[in-house]
């Protein structure tokens, strides 16, 4: 029994020294245990240029005093780090290279923090993308980046073998603060004189005369029928986040054959980083397919702020045309065979809508009226595409649906598209706020993000005076296309499995 007794003391002597070993004494005289020191450097992806420098400044918890690190590169032939956190880059490839940084804790190399960088080549076009010109029938906006500071633009007609057209540009520093890049050479070349309905092959030089891989696009016609896609809400941060968006269009192409791609909002998780912005590119979407984007509130992060918030990072990269006047830098607008499409950045509203009235809202009316005014007789339809929703569902959406509605009706909008919400909703159609034969349909489109789906269906219950359909249930993926001709639109809208789910067909009434 003694031995016993002698055991367990020992036993408790052994957990006491333990837990002294790795305590803090409170002030009531009891020992917390210890956490572990941990280590951030504060992102987890980064893009840097062929010989660029960057110096990382890792931050710490749980101590005042911070622990000694060891710093490894995951390829020494593309990262070299040194042990004061020091990264140089490497990339003498005509292609983006991709490797990681380690820092890790020297007593305890368990706890660690992992950039992966992605290296551009010294000589590298990329997000090179095709947007509409004012005139599509007649004009195209082409954008791209690259770390060289002078690159070539090539365009021909594709049904020619040769290059026959050719323009050498000075780029310019983009406008963004990224927070994963310094800086990188942005162009951008408006494209006058095309044929209408024709499609067109590019490609850009570069200054060591290397090139990029032939990209395509197609200038509208003027017969009044064409289709295009309309998706929005991928929230892109790495290539495999472009999947279902990649999906939604094959299926869409197998219906219908697609001129463009509207895309009202959220291409990117957070503006501010470039990597996410690469993803756009890693994913090969943008070689074969115009895009009209339309600025949503990811673009503008990190901050949503008036003080802090700034569109220059979808203004660095999208391809459209500047044609705004005193609105919103992020306001365009651009004519497409029979179609005025109006594209507005309900952000801009947002900010200053704690000044009664809107000055944003109201210089975005005034530029409205004027586009009308100069296309007047040129079109058969309207579109107006924003990203915060106009209505969601019967309710009054964050898309200033009170302040628009009565312009819309004077000037016989046909169909206002928004996003945001993540949910599918059509209203049915409405003038003066009430439901009337002819007027304007509002219509949110389902997220073009995630993995699962769920039949986009119709809830009843959730239907209201104004709202034709009303799917509720948030992370439907999905997208739409329209279809135009001469007489009517007609908007079908398909999940991530390919069926349609619904449909509406407005007439022409010019």
């Not at 999905?478 to 001469?486: D, I, K, R, W």
Request: proline share 4%; hydrophobic share 35%.
């Amino acid at each position: 029994m003694k031995k016993t007794h002698i055991k367990l003391f020992a036993v408790i002597i052994l957990i006491v020294a333990v837990l002294t070993s790795c305590a803090t004494t409170t002030s009531s005289g009891y020992q917390l245990p210890k956490k572990n020191v941990t280590v951030s450097l504060g992102i987890s992806t980064a893009t840097m240029r062929n010989g660029e420098q960057r110096t990382f400044t890792p931050t710490f918890k749980n101590t005042d005093t911070p622990p000694q690190l060891i710093w490894s590169s995951s390829d020494e032939s593309i990262l070299k780090v040194d042990q004061n956190g020091t990264v140089t880059a490497y990339n003498t490839t005509s292609g983006s290279l991709t490797a990681n940084i380690t820092a890790s804790i020297a007593d305890n190399p368990n706890m660690r923090s992992i950039c992966t960088i992605t290296v551009l080549s010294s000589t590298q076009a990329h997000f090179i993308t095709a947007g509409p010109g004012q005139d599509a029938s007649t004009q195209a906006v082409i954008s791209w980046h690259s770390p060289d500071p002078t690159s070539t633009l090539q365009y021909t007609d594709a049904n020619k073998s040769d290059f026959t057209n050719s323009l050498t540009l000075d780029g310019e520093p983009t406008l963004s603060e990224w927070a994963d890049l310094s800086y990188i050479y942005r162009y951008r070349v408006e494209l006058d004189d095309l044929q209408p309905g024709s499609t067109y092959n590019y490609r850009i030089m570069l200054s060591d005369g290397t090139y990029s891989e032939i990209s395509t696009f197609r200038t509208a016609g003027t017969d009044g029928t064409f289709s295009f896609a309309w998706l929005s809400d991928v929230h892109a941060a790495t290539a495999e986040s472009m999947g279902n968006i990649t999906t939604i269009l094959n299926y869409e192409r197998e219906k219908t054959d697609i001129s463009f791609c509207l895309f009202t909002g959220d291409m990117v998780n957070q503006g501010k980083r470039y990597s996410y912005w690469e993803s756009w590119n890693d994913s090969g979407l943008l070689s074969d397919m115009t895009y009209a984007f339309v600025i949503g509130n990811h673009e503008y992060y990190p901050n949503k702020t008036a003080e802090f918030a700034t569109p220059s990072f979808y203004l660095d990269y999208v391809a459209i045309p500047k044609n705004n006047g005193d609105s919103a830098p992020a306001d365009y607008w651009f004519l497409y065979n029979n179609v005025l499409f109006i594209c507005l950045d309900t952000m801009a509203g947002e900010f200053a809508s704690s000044e009664i009235p809107n000055p944003a809202l109201e210089k975005q009316a005034k530029w409205f009226e004027d586009v009308i005014a100069e296309n007047e007789g040129r079109y058969t339809f309207i579109i107006v595409a924003q990203h915060y929703a106009f209505l969601d569902g019967d309710v009054e959406g964050t898309g200033f649906y009170s302040f628009w509605y009565p312009y819309f009706d004077k000037y016989c909008v046909d169909l206002a598209l928004s996003s945001d919400t993540h949910i599918y909703s059509r209203s049915k159609t409405l003038n003066n706020n009430k439901v009337s034969e002819k007027g304007t349909v509002y219509m949110t489109s389902p997220i073009s993000e995630g993995k699962a789906l769920d039949e986009i269906i119709n809830r009843p219950e959730a239907l209201g005076e104004r709202s034709a359909f009303n799917a509720v249930e948030k992370k439907l993926m999905g997208g739409s296309y329209v279809e135009v001709t001469p007489n009517s639109l007609t908007v079908r809208v398909i999940g991530k499995d390919g069926n349609e789910y619904d449909s509406v067909t407005i007439p022409a009434h010019r």
